[in-house]
């Protein structure tokens, strides 16, 4: 796979968002220059913006990822109530069980659906489902009923589906991205050849030269919370601003 100068893959659709900006404000260069720059150019960078942006973004599989985690962590969240009975009932009966009832392994359990660590979780309630097994009948002396951990179990085994649904789903938008790797290298052979006659047709104007310039636009890029937008005049800066450093490219 081709590597697109500093720019991560996702970053791309913003990189064409931006070169675009700058070619219709100096179009009239570009045309001059060439006439291949004209709106049906315009139109197939574009569309291969937006082919890009969707295979980035996975809409579909997006929207699967996110309703089954929605699912996933009211199912995990769902388990709690039914931790906290069995520690009512571990409490109840302590001195009847062959641990503690702080032993008994909810604490650990709910640790880990707190964190969001389903695969944690899982491992977690086993033991607690093994002290129950351990003590069932000292348990169900003072009001456990099994239907309790029937229930604990069913929603365990919803919550470990759901998790692997998650884990495929995620799995499968990066092969979708891995696998087209040719729309990538189509839109980045249409950025650099903006960039580089942006940069030569605009050589008269220092600061809209340096506007094609990737080591600028990755600035816009990765700068937090920045408008995307072409400067059109220079601002003074009253602080001192730090930004990544990074090795300038040559202005054809």
């Known amino acids: 796979m081709s590597t697109f100068f500093k720019f991560r893959q996702e970053e791309l659709p913003i990189v064409g968002e931006i070169l675009l900006q700058m070619f219709t404000r100096d179009r009239s260069a570009f045309e001059d220059f060439s006439a291949e720059y004209n709106d049906e150019f315009l139109n197939e960078v574009s569309n291969q913006i937006k082919k890009v942006n969707d295979l980035t973004q996975a809409p579909m599989l997006t929207a699967e990822i996110k309703k089954t985690t929605a699912d996933l962590y009211e199912c995990i ?31 650990q359990a709910k640790k880990e659906i707190k964190k969001r660590n389903v ?6 309630v086993k033991v607690v489902e093994q002290n129950i097994a351990n003590n069932l009948e000292a348990l ?57 006659t942006g940069k030569l047709v605009m050589k008269d104007n220092k600061q809209k030269s340096e506007d094609y310039m990737f080591t600028h636009i990755i600035k816009l890029v990765r700068k937090p919370k920045a408008a995307v937008a ?10 001192e601003v730090k930004e990544e450093v990074v090795a300038e490219e040559a202005v054809s």
């Not at 969240?77 to 008994?104: C, E, F, M, S």
């Not at 695969?119 to 977690?124: H, N, Q, T, V």
Request: charged share 35%; with cysteine.
């Open 140 to 196: 169900k002396a003072r009001g456990y009923k099994e239907a309790l951990g029937n229930e604990l179990a069913q929603m365990t085994k919803k919550a470990y589906d759901l998790n692997l649904r998650q884990e495929e789903k995620i799995r499968e938008k990066k092969e979708l991205v891995s696998n087209n790797h040719i729309e990538f290298d189509k839109l980045w052979k249409f950025l650099s050849d903006i960039s580089k």
């Open 230 to 239: 072409v400067k059109t005049k220079v601002v003074p800066v009253v602080e």
């Open 77 to 107: 969240d769902g388990v709690i109530p039914k931790l906290d009975l069995i520690t009512a009932y571990a409490q109840r009966a302590n001195k009847a069980l062959n641990i503690k009832a702080a032993d008994i392994g909810v604490k």
């Open 119 to 124: 695969e944690g979780y899982c491992a977690k």
